[in-house]
């Protein structure tokens, strides 16, 4: 791939959500708006390198693949009522004002998440069809998101989209109980784009910030649309809370930097009030806190420790109690094991770990951890092997480099 066409697929990643969202309000198909927007970028790789890329290159990718929405509704004679109203998206006019409610928004970004996320469709589908469509993440990325087989992840995109055509489910935030019914998937789905954000499973970069910005937008405009629902505070504690370790996670060349080892006078403290402040909302009245308002505690006593040896690991591992009892996974159990190894030592951690195995033998993060806790009992040369184990199974170059590193330094250290 050349400079140019990686420029170009690059900002497309950047900017499919948006083009296919408001593509989407024109012809109420999401399967047929990513269609549209990916021949907007066809277009785009056709005759960028030949015409030079424009003054505005984001506006030339929607306004093409917003023209080629009208045109699609133009050939349609049963959309034939429909003109006016498309004609004034083609001049980036705002569609016409809804009916006023006091629970509307205007977010086609929000409105595609809910749409993709409409009960008509299995979870695991709903998840799969967002994290493509809002998260630009590739088929592979989900699935190792979702811990789910790529054919599998496949699968689940194009029969949900099928599905949502076949349903004529209508391009809406939706009110009361059915807002409601959907709740726990858009929550799901804007934490999973966060997380990709804040750590890439794939690629060249340990950040995709764009991601983890447009993740806490969403959260904060859920927010505002539902103030009763504790969990939405609880995620958006969570991720203001994480977003305010951005510029402290990687180094002056953009090698990964590990939560011990950050400068902690970098973390965003502006952030991290918000994060308080959501918190604080997530449990008014006594309310117990969800699985995300649990995961945004135990962020917060991170980030009241004013140096990594500061943590309070006991609270921390009284908080993945409660968060394993609510939603028990390997991967929580396997954040777990880290509280346990600070609390309880890397003996005690290593078996839980151990135990984790089966479950996540072809998840990165459980050889790095056992290699943690080898070198802390002594053990180099198992850790070793344990890091270049999770080297061969990280698929973002920068972290394959971190742990390929840390494994070299074992090895100079034994000679």
């Known amino acids: 791939m050349n400079e140019s066409s990686a420029a170009v697929e690059a900002l497309y990643r950047i900017e499919s959500a948006k083009i296919i969202a408001v593509v989407t309000r024109i012809v109420r198909d999401v399967g047929i708006a990513e269609e549209l927007a990916q021949d907007a970028l066809v277009a785009a790789l056709e005759q960028w390198p030949r015409d030079g890329v424009p003054a505005k290159p984001a506006a030339w990718l929607m306004s093409t693949a917003k023209h080629r929405a009208v045109d699609l509704v133009r050939r349609k004679e049963t959309y034939a009522r429909k003109l006016a109203e498309v004609g004034r998206a083609l001049t980036d006019v705002p569609p016409p004002p809804e009916p006023a409610d006091p629970e509307d928004i205007d977010d086609d970004l929000l409105r595609l998440i809910f749409t993709a996320c409409h009960p008509v469709l299995a979870t695991e589908a709903r998840i799969a069809l967002t994290l493509r469509l809002l998260g630009g993440l590739t088929t592979e990325e989900i699935a190792r998101a979702c811990l789910a087989a790529e054919p599998t992840v496949a699968q689940r995109i194009v029969r949900a989209k099928r599905a949502l055509a076949k349903a ?127 995961q945004a505690a135990i962020a917060a006593c991170h980030a009241r420790a004013v140096r990594y040896g500061d943590t309070d690991w006991p609270t921390i591992l009284a908080l993945y109690d409660r968060l394993a009892a609510l939603t028990p996974s390997p991967v929580v159990e396997l954040n777990r094991a880290v509280a346990v190894s600070m609390t309880e030592g890397p003996a005690a951690a290593l078996a839980l770990v151990d135990a984790l195995a089966p479950a996540l033998k072809d998840y990165h993060l459980l050889p790095s951890l056992r290699a943690d806790l080898l070198v802390r009992l002594g053990r180099p040369a198992e850790a070793r092997t344990e890091l270049g184990r999770a080297a061969a199974l990280a698929r973002n170059a920068r972290e394959r480099e971190l742990l390929l590193r840390r494994a070299a330094e074992l090895g100079s250290d034994q000679a």
Do not use: K
């Not at 011990?260 to 117990?288: M, S, V």
């Open 168 to 294: 004529d489910v209508p391009y809406e935030v939706p009110y009361g109980a059915d807002r409601a019914a959907r709740l726990d998937s858009v929550l799901e789905v804007i934490y999973l784009i966060f997380n990709e954000g804040h750590s890439a499973t794939a690629g060249d970069d340990w950040l995709r910030p764009a991601l983890c910005e447009e993740a806490l937008r969403l959260a904060r405009v859920l927010a505002g649309l539902m103030p009763a629902e504790p969990e939405v505070h609880g995620l958006a504690a969570l991720l203001e809370i994480q977003a305010s370790r951005t510029a402290a996670r990687t180094g002056a060349d953009g090698e990964p930097v590990l939560l011990a080892e950050q400068d902690r006078t970098r973390w965003d403290r502006l952030l991290i009030h918000r994060g308080y402040a959501a918190l604080a909302r997530a449990t008014e009245q006594g309310r117990p806190l969800g699985p995300y308002g649990l």
